[in-house]
T-cell receptor, first 111, second 115 residues
Framework: GQQLNQSPQSMFIQEGEDVSMNCTSS?????WLWYKQEPGEGPVLLIA?????ELTSNGRLTAQFGITRKDSFLNISASIPSDVGIYFC???????????FGDGTTLTVKP | GAVVSQHPSWVICKSGTSVKIECRSL??????MFWYRQFPKQSLMLMAT?????????EQGVEKDKFLINHASLTLSTLTVTSAHPEDSSFYIC???????????FGEGSWLTVV
């Protein structure tokens, strides 16, 4: 089946630093989604990407849909303590059959 | 964004009893909903895909007789954990796909503790 490789697995950074994480796949996706999950809660959608090459921002977050449609990255600029959580990528194909999730990137921000 | 709500957010039950978790799409109709299980510090594990008006499609290794899924309406899917055991204790999350848009929204999750 389809698999996503999400990296890094975890990050420990200082407040104010920028963060970058990515997902790669051997398969093509039509849609890439990025989520953030805080402890004890469900994942919350951060950014949705629908076109190859698309670059979308949501506040301090920026995500891009790779040209090859096999990868995507998420950047967080000027991190703050509330950015702490697990970030997941997800790849989907048309008509949203089954989605494929990365294993998550755990972000820790030191004040 | 679209809203998906789960209930209850947490439940404690005795071993051997059954527990039902509801997943509702509050502001859209969801023909497809998904149920996941998540262990601490791990990723989401897809259990089954729930299709309105038809039988759910279970992932390999998930017991369909133990995890009963019903998707009776376009806004409600339920997961019933039957004859629960302590090893069923976990965080269960549902999601729903937004029709016409390849986007998935998650519920808040439900903590199940079997004692």
């Amino acid at each position: 089946g389809q698999q996503l490789n999400q990296s890094p697995q975890s990050m420990f950074i200082q407040e104010g630093e920028d963060v970058s994480m990515n997902c790669t796949s051997s398969s093509i996706f039509n849609t890439w989604l990025w989520y953030k999950q805080e402890p004890g809660e469900g994942p919350v959608l951060l950014i949705a990407l629908y076109k190859a090459g698309e670059l979308t921002s949501n506040g301090r977050l920026t995500a891009q849909f790779g040209i090859t449609r096999k990868d995507s990255f998420l950047n967080i600029s000027a991190s703050i303590p509330s950015d702490v959580g697990i970030y997941f990528c997800a790849g989907l194909n048309t008509n949203a059959g089954k989605s494929t999730f990365g294993d998550g990137t755990t972000l820790t921000v030191k004040p | 964004g679209a809203v998906v709500s789960q209930h209850p957010s947490w439940v404690i039950c005795k071993s051997g009893t059954s527990v039902k978790i509801e997943c509702r799409s509050l502001d859209f109709q969801a023909t497809t909903m998904f149920w996941y299980r998540q262990f601490p510090k791990q990723s989401l594990m897809l259990m089954a895909t729930s299709n309105e008006g038809s039988k759910a499609t279970y992932e390999q290794g998930v017991e369909k007789d133990k995890f009963l899924i019903n998707h009776a309406s376009l806004t409600l899917s339920t997961l019933t954990v039957t004859s629960a055991h302590p090893e069923d204790s976990s965080f269960y999350i549902c999601s729903a796909s937004l029709p016409g848009r390849d986007t998935i929204y998650f519920g808040e999750g439900s903590w199940l503790t079997v004692v």
